[in-house]
């Protein structure tokens, strides 16, 4: 069965400071990777995903993930945090055997404190 | 830019009550989604919905849960009697193509708490 695993559910880092989110998939094959951030009273916006190409992604905000097969992992990373930056963030996985569905991480809660 | 929208914010209901939640997805897009995630829990996909069918749902959809897109633009889910464990934040996305490579929108949800 797909899982996603996000061993930290919270994570305090002082502003400027670097950003690491810990990202791990069970997967059966190639996998659909995708970074969500979720602000209070706001939707779920994407940050990033990968499908396929070079492991190291771009994207919105600053954030960039790397994907590692040998780890199963997806880590989300920032060089340096910004107090907006706050804000829960989820990694999901999808498959295209699996149709259209996403499959989420339990969510990561970022505290920024100045 | 186009948002999807979803209402009413938080619906506190009683056990046994029929709720609807609305959604408006975004205008052009073709392929509509609910997920919801129980306090503390993992977001979960409910059901996707494309040309006026279900095309995909889990096994929490069971025969409680209705999705319809009455009109052209909003998508509902209906939870016929509610139970105390169906209490959650409930999201709904949409995506102008289907394929798991295509960016889901979601929108800021439905809190639903039912007593």
């Known amino acids: 069965a797909q899982s996603v695993t996000q061993p930290d559910i919270h994570i305090t880092v002082s502003e400027g400071a670097s950003l690491e989110l810990r990202c791990n998939y069970s997967?059966?094959?190639?996998?659909?990777l995708f970074w969500y951030v979720q602000s209070p009273g706001q939707g779920l916006q994407l940050l990033l995903k990968?499908?396929?190409?070079?492991?190291l992604v771009q994207g919105i905000k600053g954030f960039e993930a790397e994907f590692k097969r040998s780890q199963s992992s997806f880590n989300l990373r920032k060089p340096s945090v910004h107090w907006s930056d706050a804000a829960e963030y989820f990694c999901a996985v999808g498959e295209k055997e699996y149709g259209n569905k996403l499959v989420f991480g339990a969510g990561t809660i970022l505290r920024v404190k100045s | 830019e186009p948002e999807v929208t979803q209402t009413p914010s938080h619906q506190v209901t009683q056990m046994g009550q029929e709720v609807i939640l609305r959604c408006v997805p975004i205008?052009?897009?073709?392929?509509f989604y609910w997920y919801r995630q129980i306090l503390g829990q993992k977001v979960e996909f409910l059901v996707s919905?494309?040309?006026?069918?279900?095309?995909?749902k889990s096994e929490i959809f069971d025969d409680q849960f209705s999705v319809e897109r009455p009109d052209g633009s909003n998508f509902t889910l209906k939870i016929r009697s509610t139970k105390l464990e169906d209490s959650a934040m409930y999201f709904c996305a949409s995506n102008l193509r289907g394929g798991i490579s295509y960016e889901q929108y979601f929108g800021p949800g439905t809190r639903l708490t039912v007593t």
């Open positions: 919905f494309y040309n006026n069918e279900i095309s995909e």
């Open positions: 997967y059966g094959a190639t996998p659909y």
């Open positions: 990968y499908f396929s190409g070079d492991t």
């Open positions: 205008s052009n897009h073709l392929y």
